[in-house]
Structures are given as C-alpha cells and as structure tokens.
C-alpha cells in the first residue's frame, strides 16, 4: 500500500530512549512509514531531561540506534516559567503538534497513549481549525493497557467522573480508535461500562462499535535470520555460552514476576549447570537485585543493565528458555507481551509465561503457561526446557513460534492502521 507525496505521519508517544514496548512500535511504525510512501514521518515526543525527571526507566543514550533518514525526533520544549505549575511542557507539544497540523501537508496523526497523547492531539486539532488556516488531518488513538489500569480505572475507583469522562470522550472524538490487543479492546469497554452505568452516560456502546485492534508492530528483520558468529561473539563478550542460561528480558518492575522467577530457577535442578540472567532496567531493579543476593543461586544470577537494542535479539536467541511470569498489578497488566513475540523471533530456547491480560494474544500455542506466582511451576519449565527437550524438539517449537511472530511484522501493522484511516477519510469526504 503506497501513495502519491506529499504526506506526512506524524507521531506523538514516549519515544525512545524510553524502555516501554510502545516506544518500540513508534520507531517501527515510522520506520515503515517511509516503505509506504510517505515523504515526512516525525515522532514528537518529550524533552530528555522531563523523562529522566519522571523517573521512567531508560536505556544508555549511546545505546539507541539512530533513525533512518526522512524521520524526525522533535522534543518541544516547555511553554511558560516556574508561575505555570504544570502542563507547561504539554503546552509545547501541543503547540508544535498546531503548527504541523496548518502548514498544508496532508497528516495521519498517531497517537500511542490517549492520556496525554491523544489529549494533546485532540487539542491541536481544535486549536489547528480555530486559526482558519488549512487543515487536512485525520488522528488515530492507540489505548494501552496503562491507560486503563492508570488513568480511567483509578478514575473510577476515586469516583473522578470528570477524568474519566474526559479521557473516553477524546479517544472516541478521534477518526479511528484502536486498541493493542482485544483484551485491551475488552478492558476499555467495560471501564466505559462501568462510567455509564454510575452516571448514565453512553460510552461503553461507541466503544464496542468503534474500538479496533492494532497489534504492536514489530520489525521481525532485526530478529531472524541471525548470524550464528554474532550471538556467539555477544554472549561470549558477556560470559555466556548458547543454552547455557535462563533469560528475562524486560523492564524490572512489580508486575513481569522477575521474583517470582528468580524463586523457580533456585527451585529448578537445571540451576546447577546454567545461570540466569535478568536484563532491564526498572523501579524495582535495586530490589530485585536484593532480593537475588539472598537467594541460595545468588552466585548463578547476572543483572544487565545496558543491553542495546542490537545485543537484544542475540541474547534471545542464546538462551536455553526465556522467562517473562508476568502477573496483574493495579499498576500494571500486561496487554499484548512484545518482548515475547520478540524472542518468538528470534529462535533459541522456549518461551515461558503466564496467561495474564493480553500474553495469549502474542504467544498462541507458541509457549510454556506456568500459574501466576507459581515458582514450582517455573522451575519445572525451566527443568523441562534445558533437562528434557531434545535438540529437535526445540528446533521444531522454535519455528513454529517464528512463523507464529511473523504475522506482527511492521509492515503488514501498519497496512492495517492505513486501511482504517482511509477508509475513515472516505466517510469524512461522504460526509462533507
């Protein structure tokens, strides 16, 4: 699917060097843009030095691989002085989202997040009109998991009907409205139902008419197809041999289970003769590293904290099983599990994990289940992939989880946003 320039696709998402899966699916969706036809593809994202105030974890600034050509990183800087107390650097972006929306070019606008992304983009668009200069945009809301578990979902528990109503309304304000993953999907539409039926408004109804699923795009090239003298010469840089270690990879927070993880692979008998390795970063991670001194495998266990998005697919692709026992937390739910399908990708030992949110979404028959917090469980699949699968076994579950992966190539992700927001310019054009 190609079209005729100028065009533009315009971004709006905690881009890199945030670790978040959703930062990710923005650089490839960009990177896709370009294959597509488009002739200026830009991120516009937050000022590096608000992130790191956030405290969001990040990767090494020198580990983030650059853009190709024809992409654009803009970080708009904030609006206003100390006397603004908040929303100054959401005034920034919001402004700059105004002046990319008047200036004549034809724009997608995709926003990854609805609060505050999609807020700030329903905003510019308002703005943009207002000025009587042209406008030609059409906007795509992507919801998260976070949106719900974070932002409407503590809403309602506070009884904030205000920010809730808030929030739903400019999702369905925008020309197309998807979601991760159908439990995403399912997620927002029963907060919209539950808002509806506390104050008798009519959410839950649009949601469920308007809602599609977008998985999360994935570049699949970076996965397979490896070669076997780069995995070897990274694991050996870190004092690893192939099939020689249990591997999580993720951000180190509450609800991936890294605990519970580092409980079964003490459990496990294959602890004797491999190691673990816990690669992230994260708010739990000097907890977790705590947590793993005081265990009997203390001296099996390895933290990285700089794995680059170039090492990633080579330490996925050496491990005799990757462990990812995500778990539901009010904070967080796993929606879809990108880091899954990653290591789908990229061959090696099996996938275990759990069936939390959306995780069957991303995995099909493709993976070990082990209960949530279930150490024995995943000790027994940690025994069950190094002591007793053969070489064949491993190599036949390995591709057929790859062929699985495939289908979330970036590409193909974006064909299917593309077919949505033309056919929702047709209804505009009708319409009109």
């Known amino acids: ?171 369905l304000g925008n020309d197309v409205c998807l979601a991760v993953s159908r439990y995403t999907r399912d997620l927002v539409v029963a907060c919209a139902q539950e808002v509806d039926e506390r104050h008798g408004t009519r959410f839950a109804a649009q949601c469920e008419e308007r809602i599609g699923i977008s998985y999360p795009a994935i570049d699949t090239r970076a996965y397979t197809d490896l070669d076997d003298t780069a995995v070897e010469a990274a694991l050996a840089a870190r004092g690893l041999e192939r099939d020689g270690y249990v591997l999580f990879l993720s951000r180190l927070a509450a609800a991936k289970g890294v605990d519970d993880l580092i409980d079964g692979f003490a459990r ?16 739990e991670a000097q907890e977790l590293r705590e947590y793993a001194a005081a265990s009997p495998v203390a001296d099996r266990v390895l933290f990285l904290d700089d794995v680059d998005d170039a090492e990633k697919p080579l330490l996925m692709a050496g491990c005799a099983a990757f462990v990812l026992p995500s778990k539901p937390r009010p904070e967080f739910v796993e929606t879809f599990g990108i880091a899954l399908v990653e290591k789908m990708l990229a061959g090696g030992g099996p996938v275990v994990t759990t069936e939390t949110g959306g995780i069957g979404e991303a995995v099909g028959d ?67």
Not at 268 to 283: M, Q
Not at 393 to 413: G, I, S, T
Request: charged residues 20%; negative net charge.
């Open 1 to 171: 699917m190609t079209m005729q320039p100028p065009y533009r696709l315009v971004i709006v998402v905690r881009a890199d060097p945030v670790i978040c899966g959703h930062s990710g699916e923005a650089r490839n969706l960009a990177e896709a843009a370009l294959s597509r036809g488009f002739t200026d593809v830009r991120i516009v994202t937050w000022p590096l030095d608000r992130l790191e105030e956030a405290g969001l974890p990040l990767k090494p600034l020198d580990s983030v691989l650059p853009y190709s050509p024809g992409i654009t990183v803009e970080r708009p800087g904030p609006v206003g002085d100390y006397k603004v107390p908040d929303g100054r650097f959401l005034a920034g972006l919001t402004g700059r989202l105004v002046e990319l929306f008047t200036d004549g070019v034809p724009t997608v606008a995709l926003s990854l997040y609805l609060s505050p992304h999609a807020l700030a983009v329903a905003d510019a668009v308002r703005v943009a009109r207002a000025t009587g200069l042209p406008v030609n945009v059409t906007t795509v809301a992507e919801a998260v998991g976070s949106d719900v578990t974070n932002v409407v979902r503590s809403c309602i528990e506070e009884d904030r009907f205000g920010a809730a109503a808030h929030v739903l309304a400019t999702y």
């Open 268 to 283: 496990s008998e294959a602890s004797a003769g491999t190691r673990l390795v816990i690669a992230g970063r994260g708010p």
């Open 366 to 432: 493709h993976a070990t289940i082990v209960g949530i917090e279930d150490p024995d469980g995943i000790a027994d699949a940690i025994d069950e992939a190094v002591l007793r699968s053969s070489a064949a076994d491993r190599l036949l579950r390995a591709e057929a989880a790859r062929a699985y992966a495939l289908q979330f190539d970036r590409a193909h992700v974006l064909d299917g946003i593309l077919q949505q927001v033309w056919s929702a310019r047709a209804v505009t054009a009708i319409g009109a």
